[in-house]
C-alpha cells in the first residue's frame, strides 16, 4: 500500500495517514498490533544516516542490540568494527533494501559505510 501511495505523488504525511487507516481496517487484535508496531519500527528515526561513504563516531552498547540498516542504492556495505577498529562483522545489501544484524556483546562499536546512495541505520537494544 505504502508503494502505491509513494508513486502517485502523496507527500509523507498523507502516507502515514494512509498506513495508520490500513493498520486500523485489519479486524483481528495481534495482526492489527503487529501492524502498528511495523509502523513505527518504519517511521523511527534512525541513530545514523547519511549518503554515500562515511564512518561514525565510536559508540557504547551496554546490551545486545538489533542493528537495522537500508539503502536506498545498489551498493551498501557496512563494516561493524569494535573499539580497536577491527572488523568484527562485514554486511551489505545487494541493491536496495533493508536487513539487520544481531550485536550480541556489549563494547564499543564503529561503522564503516560504503554506499552509491542515501542509508540509514537503526540500534534498538534487546
Known sequence: M???VLASGVGRAEIIRESFLACRAIAGPAERLACYDDLAHHYETPRFSGSRNAMTE???????H????SSQ???F??????GAGNV????HIGGAGEDSYLIARPGVYQLRINA???????LEPK
Not at 538489533?66 to 540498516?69: A, D, G, V, Y
Open 2 to 4: 505504502v508503494a502505491c
Open 58 to 64: 565510536p559508540f557504547t552498547l551496554d546490551r545486545p
Open 66 to 69: 538489533l542493528m537495522r540498516f
Open 73 to 75: 542504492g545498489v551498493i
Open 77 to 82: 556495505v557496512l563494516y561493524l568494527m569494535d
Open 88 to 91: 568484527v562483522q562485514n554486511l
Open 116 to 122: 552509491a546512495e542515501d542509508w540509514r541505520i537503526w
